[in-house]
């Protein structure tokens, strides 16, 4: 119905940055919040960003000042900038969109999932 493909990340020194994007395909009749959440190994899932269609941001305290989160509502893709990162921000990326379908119903979708891993 809806897919959410990931690419970016991968293993950077502390300190550096990296990329992640997320792309939206299918029966998409609209997409309201968009955002990334990580799972660093024992630990929950948590939200790391999400932005709104009108451009709205949220972050995870941890994150703020070194993360951007941005959109491209017309190309329904998502991006995340992560700079100065630290070993702690070592985890499994997700890319999620709360999506409504061409049918007009609503459903939160997850992308694959991307590891990022900061060296110290």
């Known amino acids: 119905q809806v897919q959410l493909v990931q690419s970016g990340g991968g293993l950077v020194q502390a300190g550096g940055s990296l990329r992640l994007s997320c792309a939206a395909s299918?029966?998409?009749?609209?997409?309201?919040?968009m955002g990334w959440y990580r799972q660093a190994p024992g630990k929950q899932r948590e939200l790391v960003a999400a932005i709104t269609s009108g451009g709205s941001t949220n972050y995870a305290d941890s994150v703020k000042g070194r993360f951007t989160i941005s959109r491209d509502n017309a190309k329904n893709t998502v991006s995340l900038q992560m700079n100065s990162l630290k070993p702690e921000d070592t985890a499994v990326y997700y890319c999620?969109?709360?999506?409504?379908?061409?049918?007009?119903?609503?459903?939160?979708?997850w992308g694959q999932g991307t590891q990022v891993t900061v060296s110290a």
């Open positions: 299918g029966s998409i009749f609209s997409i309201n919040v």
């Open positions: 999620n969109a709360d999506v409504v379908v061409t049918s007009r119903s609503r459903y939160t979708f």
